[in-house]
């Protein structure tokens, strides 16, 4: 008898809910056909990523700057339609987004 067995046998009128993590995987954001550009510069010596030429809502851009900054645990921002991270993530930002269905094309470097 597992753990899931017994929980059941002790609350027997419990109804199991989905859990928030495969929610996220369904997500709600705007898949455009035109690629991300996915590029790197060097701002006052230090280095950042830039992603630019998402076409969607505002909203959906700014869920996805938070969505890349938390898994990344590094700073970012979101200005002017741009999403700017804080290092040389573009590998990893990449397949972030390839993993969400995104097509994304580097610049430079």
Known sequence: MDLK???????????????????IEGSDIWLQDE???CKYEKRKGKPITIL???NGATEDFKKLAKE???KLSV???FKDEKIIIQGDYRDKIM???????FKVKRVGG
Do not use: A, C, R, V
Request: charged letters at 35%; zero cysteines.
């Open 5 to 23: 067995d017994q929980l059941k046998n002790l609350f027997p009128d419990h109804i199991e809910e989905p859990s928030k993590d495969e929610n």
């Open 35 to 37: 690629p991300i550009i």
């Open 52 to 54: 630019e030429g998402y």
């Open 68 to 70: 890349i900054k938390t």
């Open 75 to 77: 700073g970012g921002s």
């Open 95 to 101: 397949t972030i987004l390839k993993d969400k269905g």
